[in-house]
């Protein structure tokens, strides 16, 4: 089975920017997340989708980040405009639906966000 | 809100030896926990989870954890340490009946001496 692809995997920007980040899930996995992973920390959730509709974005800078899945697949997280904090991993991660089952998370590799 | 510590944020050890790296949560009741390693340049593989049941959890490349409840701790333990052990090691938290949102700990860097 393919994993969970991300591209790019590295990006380098200026602050003020705007950039885009897409992933493309497992196939049939309802429950896409971006986690957001700083440099010495843990990942943290910024964005989950169930099918296309967003069942938590509570910790998402709505000022400066957006995320869309259309149609229920492919994601894509922008951020608009950059600011130097925001250079991080951004890892999107799938799972098959809800409850104890969608806790069987496959992240992709990440892309590795620069902001000079 | 939930909470995940990992006390310690470099280990080192010897090839062959025991290897222990702890995990303490704080929650209201027992959530699910997990382990993840992560190696650089690549996303996050899942180890072990605890859902229920045997607190001692058995994951893969030989690795184990033991669900305490008691003391508010999911440690992650191994025999004996490979050179390819190397890495980083997250202990997470998951709430049940709720979202499926994932709360991680800093992370344990552990270095392989050879």
């Known amino acids: 089975e393919a994993g969970v692809a991300q591209s790019p995997r590295y990006k380098i920007i200026e602050k003020r920017q705007s950039v885009a980040f897409w992933c493309n899930p497992i196939?049939?996995?309802?429950?896409l997340y971006w986690y957001q992973q700083i440099l010495g920390q843990g990942p943290k959730l910024l964005i989950q989708?169930?099918?296309?509709?967003?069942?938590?974005d509570s910790q998402l800078p709505k000022d400066r980040f957006s995320a869309e899945r259309l149609k229920g697949v492919d994601s894509t997280l922008k951020i608009q405009p950059a600011k130097l904090e925001d250079s991080a991993v951004y890892l999107c991660?799938?799972?098959?639906?809800?409850?104890?089952?969608?806790?069987?998370?496959?992240f992709g590799s990440g892309t590795r966000l620069t902001v000079v | 809100a939930q909470s995940v510590t990992q006390p310690d944020i470099h280990i080192t050890v010897s090839e062959g030896a025991s290897l222990e790296l702890r995990c303490n949560y704080s929650?209201?009741?027992?959530?699910?926990l997990f382990w993840y390693v992560q190696s650089p340049g690549q996303g996050l593989q899942l180890l072990l989870k605890?859902?229920?049941?045997?607190?001692l959890v058995q994951g893969i490349k030989g690795f184990e954890a033991e669900f305490k409840r008691s003391q508010s701790s999911f440690n992650l333990r191994k025999p004996s340490v490979h050179w390819s052990d190397a890495a980083e090691y997250f202990c997470?938290?998951?709430?049940?009946?709720?979202?499926?949102?994932?709360?991680f700990g800093g992370g344990t860097r552990l270095m392989v001496k050879p």
């Open positions: 991660a799938s799972s098959v639906g809800r409850g104890a089952s969608g806790y069987g998370y496959t």
């Open positions: 989708f169930q099918n296309n509709g967003v069942v938590d």
């Open positions: 997470a938290v998951g709430v049940r009946n709720a979202g499926n949102m994932l709360t």
């Open positions: 929650y209201g009741a027992t959530p699910y």
């Open positions: 196939s049939g996995h309802a429950t």
């Open positions: 605890y859902f229920s049941g045997d607190t």
